[in-house]
């Protein structure tokens, strides 16, 4: 449990139920779950701890101010001054596009197999355009429902995907608002490309990412080496700092690494002993040596699990992943 959730977590119980619900409509599904999970394991707080809570978050809002009531009518005036109608409405489509995309975006409140019922007679291209807007592993749970040859397609699209026309988006969002009629959730910013594909593929099982893999670069032998070149394995958190591994390794449930160890190198199990205190580390290797055989399927499951932790302290900036160009670079 990072101390950032958890004084989000702290803060939305001292607002009362009524205003922590109006907070918890403006996340998206992952932050519900985890602020969720974080409050129902928090027990006794100290009151120094609260106290010093409700402080940084008074003094964080008192440091920030509202420039315009409302930045979209603003920009739109700006620009039409400056532009002249017809430049103007051309730039602001292209701004503005993924600013009303709610029917797509309460896709994140489905499960993986209602989606896939929803989407899977429609066309690859059409299925790509939507499942953009989705988190990496939710998008990889969906195609795992399509057969071989439509989640392929599917995938090609996505990473050959460069932007959507603002036209085209509305279409599609209004037949999904049609469709489904959940709340309005936090938008991401959707986009396509071989690393999105690569994270895709990422949270799938090892047989289909070969599939996948072997069906594109038969397609496109350039796009395929693009894909497999921004992967990220298990083994790759060897090009981690020390750091890095401290900070994983905080948010890993023991049993996940046991297993997840299982299918590692030996270079692996020593980097993780190495990042761990004596006894601890002492204790995972006798759990280790105490663990019978195991399913190659399990071992990827919980290797996968933590390469979804890793990806998220990546995209929080708590850690930092090595490209594949080379142990030097960073992302």
Request: with cysteine.
């Amino acid at each position: 449990m990072d101390n950032g959730t958890e004084d989000a977590a702290i803060l939305l119980m001292s607002l009362g139920e009524e205003s922590a619900a109006e907070v918890f409509k403006l996340l998206n599904p992952k932050e519900v779950q985890r602020l969720g999970e974080t409050i129902t394991q928090l027990r006794a707080v100290p009151h120094e701890r609260v106290e010093t809570v409700l402080k940084n978050f008074t003094d964080l809002a008192r440091a920030r101010q509202t420039l315009v009531p409302d930045a979209s009518k603003y920009i739109r005036s700006v620009l039409r001054r400056a532009l002249g109608d017809e430049k103007a409405s051309v730039l602001l489509d292209r701004i503005l596009q993924n600013n009303d995309i709610s029917g797509i975006e309460s896709l994140k409140w489905m499960d993986s197999e209602a989606i896939a019922e929803l989407l899977r007679n429609e066309h690859p291209q059409i299925v790509a355009a939507i499942l953009v807007h989705l988190e990496s592993d939710h998008c990889s749970q969906v195609l795992k429902q399509f057969t071989d040859r439509h989640r392929n397609e599917v995938l090609i699209r996505i990473a050959t995907l460069d932007g959507i026309q603002p036209s085209a988006l509305r279409d599609l969002n209004e037949v999904m608002g049609n469709v489904l009629s959940m709340g309005e959730s936090k938008r991401r910013n959707a986009s396509g490309g071989p690393e999105s594909v690569a994270e895709i593929i990422n949270m799938m099982g090892s047989g289909v990412e070969a599939s996948s893999l072997d069906y594109i670069r038969e397609m496109d032998p350039d796009l395929a080496q693009k894909i497999q070149d921004s992967m990220l394995s298990f083994e790759d958190l060897l090009k981690v700092d020390d750091r890095g591994i401290q900070t994983v390794l905080r948010e890993v449930q023991s049993e996940s690494l046991v297993m997840a160890l299982k299918g590692a190198t030996q270079e692996m199990r020593d980097k993780i002993f190495r990042n761990m205190s004596s006894r601890a580390a002492e204790t995972l290797r006798e759990d280790l040596e105490g663990k019978g055989p195991v399913r190659v399927s399990e071992v990827e499951a919980e290797q996968k699990d933590i390469l979804k932790i890793v990806r998220r302290l990546s995209d929080e900036g708590q850690i930092m992943l090595p490209t594949s160009g080379g142990d030097d670079g960073f992302v």
